[in-house]
Each structure stands twice: as structure tokens, then as C-alpha cells.
């Protein structure tokens, strides 16, 4: 830690936010998840998720999820002892249950396994089934392109989100994720909602008493509105009118049916107002370049890096640059989390010492 941070002061008596080394935002979710009753197995994939959010800037997906990962917890459809199977399928696919459990320890065991029928087949495709879901899909796709794979992800989520033309939820935020190998450098990686924004966004500019841009929701009678208490109570929209919401629908179908799952619509009946994170299925599929590109893997790595090229020589950024600049930062200088959030996740067990 560098000299002067202010994590290393005498915490102020006033309430001022609270500055975190990564280590301590890792400490306080693992104590917080641990004392709510996940083992350890269980827990670390999700504090390591957590904590990757809040180093990254990403704080939509960081230590502001702890308390709804107690209330999953505590839910009666989570089972905190699931250990995640899998099941070696004929050919290019991976089938991993996780029993109920939050998706990222099935995640992590299955991926040396999506690595491996990838670089025999060129393609290979991950399904997790049952799975309780409310992660950024970023740390996963970037994990595969540091493999030098490419990856795609999605996942549905809950039934919060109206179709184009209608006033009813029924997709979830359904967010896809990307990611390609750039050797020597940053992968290129994208992750977004198809909703206009995530709910977490939503959710987190109610608290700081925000407006929402336009066109993000509607209230409970289906009136266009910008207030986010009402959006949540209400609905939400996809981004980019039909064409978001085919896309949505696309995530629906193939993180869904396709790998034998339920439909944000399926995983909010599940809830049956328990106020869980979504529980669903996961689909992740993984592509080999050196596999799949004919034999002249250099030839066409330069052809991806042109088409970066013509992007930042032109002043546009590529997505997750933003993240890789908070990440380099935020691993020297640490976190700032508003005091009421890390008040109540002292109140939950939270230990920032231990590591
Ligand atoms: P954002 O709109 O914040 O970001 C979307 C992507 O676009 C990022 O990769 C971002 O890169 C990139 N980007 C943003 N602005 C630009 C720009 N000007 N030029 C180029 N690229 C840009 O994402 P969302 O709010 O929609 O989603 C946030 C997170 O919520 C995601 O990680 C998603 O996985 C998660 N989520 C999870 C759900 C679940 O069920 N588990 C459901 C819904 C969302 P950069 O990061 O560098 O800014
Ligand atoms: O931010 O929309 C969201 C979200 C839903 C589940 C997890 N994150």
C-alpha cells in the first residue's frame, strides 16, 4: 500500500466515506458471505467477483451486492453447501450444475474444462443450470481471451424488463459479454445489459437521489418516467428499441431453453418474492482463432488490431479501457465506499482484517 493512504490514517470520527485497499474490499466480503453461511469453497469465487467490480470502478457489481448475496443466501431456494457437478458431455460440451449455488464456483471449476474441448474441437460451449446469478459477466470473458480464446457470455436474469411496444416485464436485463486475445495487451472485452441500464444502476441512483436519462423505464401504469424508484416498481426497457430487444429475447432462448434453464420469467416465479438474485442457467460459449482462423494465426491477429486501430486513431476507445484505467489506479490508490454502505456491511460480519 503506498505511502499515505488514507486507509493507513486514523479513520476520520465525522462520516466520511471509507477509503479500502483491494485486500480489505476482498476481506469484507469473504467475512461477510462466511458469517451468512457459505463455506469457503463457496465463498471466495464470489468475494474475488466483488472485489475484481470495486477494482475496476465497477461499483454497480462490487460491495453494494454484499446485502442482497446475505438475503440469496438466506433465501430457501439457495443452498449454501452446493458443490458444483460436472458433467463431461460428448464433444464440445461442458455441463455444469451448481446445485443451487451462486454461478461462480461453477464457473471456475468448469473453465479448465471449456479450455480444453476448445482447443480440440475450435469451439466449445459451457452450460451452467441452476445457478443463482447477479455477477458482471466482464471477469469471465476476460479470463478466456487471457487464455487466448475468444469468448461470449449470457446469462437471462429476472422478469423486470417491458419488450419494445409493451408495458409488462417480462425479459430480464439479460447482459452479453465478450471478450478477444490480444497478445502483449489488455483483451478487447465488452459487457453490457440489454436493458438501458442495469438495474443495479437504477437501484444505485435511487439511493443517491438521481433522475434517470430518458427512455430507461416506465412506472406501474406504463407511463414513460425518469424517477428510478418508480422504473423498479415498474418497468424497465431494453436499450436500442426492437433491436435491444431481440437481443434480449436471443439471450432468453439460448442461456435458457437451449441448455434446458428457466426464462427470467421462470427464475421471478422461483423467487416467489423471496427478493433473491436471480436464479437461472449461464451460457458460455469459447472459440479458438488458432483453431478456427485456417492456420496463419499472426496474419490474423494483425487484422484484429487494425480494426482496433481505426477505432483509437480516430479518438474513439474501445470498451473496458475505462476498467483497465480504473484498475490501475484503483490497485495503487484503493477503493472509496460510502460510510452507510460499509456501516452495513460491518453490521453483517464484515472484517476487513481478514485475510
Ligand atoms: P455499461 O453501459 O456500463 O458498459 C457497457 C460496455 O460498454 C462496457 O464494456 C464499457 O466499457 C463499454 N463502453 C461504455 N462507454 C463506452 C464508450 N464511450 N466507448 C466504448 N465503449 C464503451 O454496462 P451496463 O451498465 O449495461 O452493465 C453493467 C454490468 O452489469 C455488466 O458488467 C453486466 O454483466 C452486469 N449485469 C449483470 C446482470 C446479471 O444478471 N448477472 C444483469 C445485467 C447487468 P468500460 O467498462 O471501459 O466503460
Ligand atoms: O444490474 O441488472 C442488473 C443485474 C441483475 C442481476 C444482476 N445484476
Request: proline share 7%; with cysteine; charged share 20%.
Amino acid at each position: 500500500m503506498p505511502k499515505g493512504h488514507p486507509v493507513t490514517e486514523d479513520m476520520p470520527a465525522d462520516n466520511a466515506d471509507v477509503w479500502l485497499s483491494l485486500n480489505e474490499v476482498g476481506s469484507l466480503a469473504l467475512s461477510v458471505l462466511r458469517k451468512a453461511g457459505l463455506p469457503e469453497a463457496h465463498a471466495r469465487p464470489v468475494a474475488q467477483s466483488i472485489t475484481d467490480c470495486e477494482r475496476d470502478g465497477r461499483k454497480s457489481h462490487g460491495l453494494l451486492r454484499l446485502p442482497g448475496c446475505v438475503m440469496t443466501i438466506e433465501s430457501p431456494n439457495f443452498r449454501p453447501d452446493a458443490e458444483p457437478r460436472i458433467h463431461e458431455m460428448d464433444g464440445a460440451i461442458v455441463r455444469v450444475d451448481a446445485g443451487f449455488g451462486y454461478s461462480l464456483p461453477a464457473f471456475e471449476q468448469a473453465l479448465p474444462h471449456l479450455e480444453r474441448k476448445t482447443r480440440a474441437f475450435g469451439v466449445a460451449v459451457l452450460a451452467i443450470n441452476n445457478c443463482f446469478h447477479f455477477s458482471a459477466l466482464w471477469p469471465e470473458v476476460e479470463r478466456i481471451a487471457r487464455l487466448g480464446l475468444a469468448g461470449l457470455a449470457m446469462t437471462p436474469s429476472h422478469s423486470w424488463v417491458a419488450p419494445f411496444g409493451g408495458t409488462r416485464p417480462v425479459l430480464g436485463t439479460n447482459p452479453l459479454a465478450f471478450g478477444w486475445p490480444r497478445p502483449g495487451q489488455d483483451p478487447y472485452v465488452f459487457d453490457f445489459a440489454t436493458s438501458a441500464m442495469a438495474r443495479g444502476d437504477i437501484a444505485m441512483a435511487g439511493r443517491n437521489g438521481e433522475t434517470l436519462p430518458e427512455g430507461c423505464g416506465l412506472d406501474a401504469e406504463g407511463r414513460s418516467t425518469t424517477d428510478p424508484k418508480a422504473v423498479l416498481a415498474g418497468a424497465m426497457l431494453t436499450f436500442g428499441g426492437h433491436k435491444g430487444t431481440a437481443l434480449s429475447t436471443m439471450i432468453e432462448l439460448l442461456a435458457g431453453p437451449l441448455i434446458g434453464d428457466l426464462t427470467s420469467r421462470g427464475s421471478m416465479e422461483f423467487d416467489a418474492g423471496a427478493q433473491a438474485a436471480p436464479c437461472h442457467g449461464e451460457l458460455v460459449i469459447a472459440f479458438d482463432p488458432d483453431r478456427l482462423g485456417g492456420g496463419d494465426a499472426e496474419t490474423n491477429r494483425q487484422r484484429a488490431e487494425a480494426l482496433f486501430a481505426e477505432f483509437t486513431d480516430q479518438g474513439a476507445r474501445l470498451p473496458s479501457q475505462h476498467r483497465y484505467l480504473a484498475r490501475a489506479a484503483n490497485e495503487k490508490a484503493g477503493v472509496l465506499v460510502p460510510r452507510d454502505l460499509f456501516d452495513r456491511i460491518v453490521e453483517l460480519g464484515g472484517d476487513r482484517t481478514a485475510f
